[in-house]
């Protein structure tokens, strides 16, 4: 069965400051595994995506997450955070049998960027 | 082109009203979804169509009905609504379904709907 643990609901960055959110996933099989990006008011914009390539995944707006399979982890990184970066984020899980191209959602970080 | 588009972008509606939801899509993707997202939540799955034929209903009561005319239209018909139904509509498309598809779900800007 696949799952999705966003470990903190909540982050608060200072702008030029790095950002990491946290993200564990459980899945039965080889997973694909999103990141994508909620702003206010707004539909969910696909940030980046690892299909079992290269397990650094470089995405837009400087973006990048690394799977770690021996962690169970796909954390999402930015060397410098922008006051435009603050969102909602969402790690996604998909992939399995019969499921459909089912999406399991994380239950979500928001990101806070300072001044 | 990734866009899919949704309308209306708001919609106020009554408990005893019949209103529409519409969602198209351009990019001759074969799966459908439709998504409602409640505040602070993350998106929850109604229902999917692949190949103009639903797949998968989550158990949505019977007051949702969807619809799929052709493989770029999507709507969702809404009667007798409840003030609870009140959400933001996610609709989305991927290339296919099917067993193991792991595809990159592109999603609109979603409608707004308010029930009174």
């Known amino acids: 069965a696949q799952s999705v643990t966003q470990l903190d609901s909540h982050v608060s960055v200072s702008e030029g400051t790095p950002v990491l959110l946290r993200c564990n996933y459980s899945?039965?099989?080889?997973?694909?595994l999103f990141w994508y990006v909620q702003h206010p008011n707004k539909g969910l914009q696909l940030l980046l995506k690892?299909?079992?390539?290269?397990?650094l995944v470089k995405g837009i707006n400087g973006f990048e997450a690394e799977f770690k399979k021996s962690e169970t982890s796909f954390h999402l990184t930015k060397p410098s955070a922008h006051m435009s970066d603050a969102a909602e984020y969402f790690c996604?899980?998909?992939?399995?049998?019969?499921?459909?191209?089912?999406?399991?959602f994380g239950s979500g970080t928001k990101l806070n960027v300072k001044p | 082109d990734t866009e899919v588009t949704q309308t209306p972008k708001h919609l106020v509606m009554g408990m005893t009203n019949k209103k529409s939801l519409k969602c198209e899509q351009h990019?001759?993707?074969?799966?459908m979804y439709w998504y409602k997202q409640k505040a602070k939540k993350p998106p929850e799955l109604m229902f999917v169509?692949?190949?103009?034929?639903?797949?998968i209903n989550e158990s949505v009561p019977s007051r949702f009905s969807p619809e799929c005319p052709n493989s770029s239209l999507l709507n969702l018909h809404l009667h007798a609504l409840q003030p609870e139904d009140s959400a933001l509509y996610l609709c989305?498309?991927?290339?296919?379904?099917?067993?193991?598809?792991?595809?990159?779900?592109?999603f609109g800007p979603g409608t707004r709907l308010l029930v009174l």
């Open positions: 989305a498309s991927s290339q296919g379904t099917g067993w193991e598809a792991r595809e990159t779900q592109y």
């Open positions: 899945s039965s099989y080889s997973p694909s």
């Open positions: 690892y299909t079992s390539a290269a397990t």
């Open positions: 169509y692949s190949y103009e034929k639903l797949s």
């Open positions: 996604v899980v998909s992939g399995g049998e019969y499921n459909f191209n089912k999406f399991y």
């Open positions: 990019m001759g993707h074969r799966a």
